[in-house]
């Protein structure tokens, strides 16, 4: 059973840089044709979908974050990672990593809150 | 922001066919597969059907989804209780190369 698990600091303060891992268990991160991505959702707000990454180190990101946002995968340790610069106040959300495959996000993380505040 | 529309609330009776519409355009639903995320209170979403219209193993046939154009729907017959939740409808959309999500539907039971 995939398994995928959100870490790093629930609190990061304003202009600083937000740092996540997402440690994948149960499975190979460069198995199959998938697409690893993070998805945040603002407090009582929807989902918004922040960029994906694929086993070969192919990115996409949300064009209203890209200048901020850094995916990155690290496939010795079946572990890919999200970095957020310069954040401030309205970055404050949940952030999930999800497995994406053809039928959709099939494995998500429990979610992790992030709140930026000094 | 969001360029996929979604009502923000539906609701029905136990028993009752609840149908929640997904409006986009030729860019993302006209173009891509739309899937279904249902998010139950303090979880992280599921998907709940994929490509349109195809389900998951394990989930109820109760939950079905259809796609015309540049719109998509979501039905839920039969309602149940535990359907309370909320419901995302998703795209890949080809002009912002990006995944977007509706903002999203509550749906209660009363």
């Known amino acids: 059973q995939v398994q995928l698990q959100e870490s790093g600091p629930g609190l990061v303060k304003p202009s600083q840089t937000l740092s996540l891992t997402c440690t994948v268990s149960?499975?190979?991160?460069?198995?199959?044709?998938?697409?690893w991505t993070w998805i945040r959702q603002h407090p009582g707000k929807g989902l918004e979908w922040v960029g994906h990454i694929s086993y070969g180190g192919n990115t996409y990101y949300n064009p209203s974050l890209k200048s901020r946002v850094t995916i990155s995968i690290d496939t010795s340790k079946n572990e890919f990672s999200l970095q957020l610069s310069s954040v401030t106040a309205a970055d404050t959300a949940v952030y999930y990593c999800a497995r994406e495959e053809d039928s959709g996000y099939d494995y998500w993380g429990q979610g992790t809150l992030v709140i930026v505040s000094s | 922001q969001s360029v996929l529309t979604q009502p923000p609330s539906a609701s029905g009776t136990p028993g009752q066919r609840v149908t929640i519409s997904c409006s986009g355009s030729?860019?993302?639903?006209?173009?891509?597969?739309v899937n279904w995320y249902q998010q139950l209170p303090g979880t992280a979403p599921k998907v709940l059907i994929y490509s349109n219209n195809q389900r998951p193993s394990g989930v109820p046939d109760r939950f079905s989804g259809s796609k015309s154009g540049a719109s998509a729907s979501l039905a839920i017959s039969g309602l149940q209780s535990e359907d309370e939740a909320d419901y995302y409808c998703?795209?890949?959309?080809?002009?912002?190369?990006?995944?977007?999500f509706g903002p999203g539907t509550k749906v209660t039971v009363l």
């Open positions: 998703a795209a890949w959309d080809d002009s912002l190369n990006g995944e977007l």
């Open positions: 149960g499975g190979s991160i460069i198995s199959g044709g998938y697409y």
């Open positions: 030729k860019f993302n639903i006209g173009s891509n597969a």
